[in-house]
């Protein structure tokens, strides 16, 4: 037998059964970046890329992604959000842009999951739209900053692990 989450008594990955657990508020924030030249982040600001509003576009495919984790994520549970935040911060000293994204529901597990996929989907939207300019664009540091509800309470990543 094996005390992980995600492993049967005959060691095959499985989903986890949720079904006796009680659906609470739980809400997650993961941040990431992408690294690009300064042509192409200015480019980015100035809204002048043939592909059009980059941060519109990655915006909406990050919410898209969150809504379709569990489609991508093999063991991960279809969950009802009830909201998904994504949001940018151009940067000049990068030069890049940071992204958070926040995911929220009630339901019986997390939506850490959902919150790191917009992220993610979402700076390597920002890069197909904007290759154009910079193919070498390095998408770095996605992670989960904090997640809170269910039975293990509020979690918040150390300070010195900030993107």
């Known amino acids: 037998m094996s005390d992980l989450s ?7 990955a ?7 657990k009680p659906a609470t508020a739980r809400t997650a924030r993961a941040a990431g ?18 592909k059009g509003d980059v941060l519109a576009v990655a915006r909406v495919a990050g919410i898209q992604a969150a809504k379709r984790t569990a489609d991508l994520i093999p063991l991960c ?11 940018f ?7 890049g842009i940071l992204c958070e994204a926040e995911a929220r529901t009630v339901a019986a597990t997390g939506v850490e999951m959902e919150a790191v ?11 197909d739209m904007a290759k154009s ?22 979690w918040r990543a150390p300070e010195s692990a900030a993107p």
């Open 14 to 20: 499985s989903m986890v059964d949720v079904s006796a």
């Open 6 to 12: 995600h492993v049967n008594r005959a060691g095959e």
């Open 117 to 127: 996929t917009a992220v993610a989907i979402a700076l390597v939207t920002v890069y």
């Open 77 to 87: 549970h279809p969950l009802p959000l009830t909201d998904v935040q994504v949001r």
């Open 133 to 154: 300019v910079d193919k070498g664009m390095q998408i770095e540091g996605v992670r989960l900053l904090e997640k809170s509800g269910g039975k293990s309470g509020t």
């Open 33 to 50: 970046r992408i690294r690009m030249s300064a042509a192409a982040l200015r480019a980015i600001r100035d809204n002048a890329l043939a």
């Open 89 to 95: 911060t151009l940067d000049d000293a990068l030069p």
